[in-house]
């Protein structure tokens, strides 16, 4: 009876600070974790197992830096950042207003927004 041969496995993997930074920078934009993956050329499982911390944190980190740069022009007085922040962050909306000159009959309805 012959013995088979044993598949040979990979080596483990070593986690290492680039690729870390690649994961993280990857994980900021949005980029979905099976594309990283393909991207530092390994499993997604491995990549979840030594990749969690950046996985997990670098959207956040990156919202926080954006958010923080738009809240910056908005209060060193960038008028379009202003209107921004205050629109998401605020609720405040623009509205437009129409002027009609003649007869004109209208009919107004109000709701109240929920």
Known sequence: MTKKPKAKRRPPHKRTD???????????VGISQENIAKVIGIDIKTMTKYYREELDTAWIKANAKVGGAMYNKAISGDVQAQK?????????????SLEVEGDVNIQIKFTKDT
């Open 18 to 28: 680039e690729e870390a930074e690649v994961v993280r920078m990857m994980a900021a």
């Open 84 to 96: 921004y922040w205050m629109g998401c962050r605020a609720g405040w909306k623009e509205t437009a």
